[in-house]
């Protein structure tokens, strides 16, 4: 990869952002920018979800690209929609046809090196009922190992134990799939779907009121970090083999697609998704949906750097001896800062999103 290409990768959310606005002036392209009414950044700014929009306003086929839906897998997606911009994405022809960019969904957890928002929520497990939301029985006995209350070598190890023992009985999907599915009843646990609809998920549903009211065919790239082999992609879709969804995803990205949902991806079945929101809102109409996600790093130094992350901002505090560590290790948890790792996700990120510009033709 050139020199020009790992500059779309940012150093922060700032820096992206303002990387990701500057280009899209340059292109001619209008900035619709969202504040967030109360979070701010780790120097008190505000923080900013930007909306850009290529080609007809009316149109009846779209591509949606988001980045940020996990704060901190930011990096990876502001860079693809900046470095798409400069190479030219604006210029594209469309007839009938638009693509839209929505940078940092999760503008806070982008700006903190956090996957969850200002609540500790998870944007992709908040759309549910919150009324009546899913149970996660196994995580509820599970709670305190996965999320302990200190970092202590004693204390850890007993936690450790505690789930060793249910992966050898259940196996080590189950023991993902309890973790990550989704839980709403442990604010300071692991993959909280949060206790009422966050701010992030009232403003996706805003953006598509606003840009995509008219599309009857959208299809829609979520860029994820964080499964599977550093620098390998997969395309994970919610829809089972044999359904329309699922050979429209497969039509696109060919084998690169996985349905979690039907035990081929590196993800387990979740709940509260913007997957299955977009479906309800698109009811009726054609909807291709795929998250491209890019491996980073071990699942397990995945999963320790969540954890003490989570205790870092619910427990230790910001001011403790630790916390540049921890800060340091999730940020490399989910954004492998070096050459090789960008030139990888940058050219597996190009052709995912050419394959679904080809189909706006």
Known sequence: MSDASASHFPRDYRSGRDAFVAICGDAGLGVTTRMHPTARDTNGRPLFLDVASIGARNAKKALLLISGTHGVEGYFGSGVQTG?????????????????????????????????????????????????????????????????????????????????????????????????????????????????????????????CEELVHVERLSVIDFHTGLGACGAAEMMTEDRPGTEPYARARAIWGSLVRSSVAGESLSTPLSGTIDQAMATWMKGKELTFAALEVGTAPLRQVFDALRRDNW??????????????????????????????????????????????????
Request: aromatic share 8%; hydrophobic share 50%.
């Open 84 to 208: 798409l911009l400069r190479r030219g994405l604006a210029k594209r022809a469309l007839k009938n046809a638009k693509i839209v960019l929505l940078h940092a969904l999760n503008p806070f957890g982008f700006a903190w090196d956090r996957r969850v928002n200002e609540d500790n929520a998870d944007i992709n497990r908040n759309f549910v009922d919150h009324v009546h939301p899913p149970a996660n029985e196994i995580y509820e006995v599970l709670a305190d190992a996965i999320a302990p209350r200190t970092l202590a070598p004693p204390a850890l190890r007993k936690a450790n134990a505690k789930l060793g023992a249910f992966a050898r009985v259940h196996g080590a999907l189950a023991l993902q799939e309890a973790i990550s599915r989704g839980q709403y009843r442990h604010a300071d646990g692991l993959y909280f779907g949060g206790a009422r609809p966050s701010w992030s998920a009232e403003m996706l549903q805003d953006v598509m």
């Open 312 to 361: 870092l901002h619910v427990h230790g505090g910001l001011d403790g001896p630790n916390a540049r560590a921890i800060k340091a290790e999730i940020r490399a948890a989910f954004y492998p800062d070096t050459a090789a790792w960008k030139a990888s996700v940058w050219k597996h990120a190009e052709a995912a999103v050419a394959a679904a510009v080809a189909t706006l033709a």
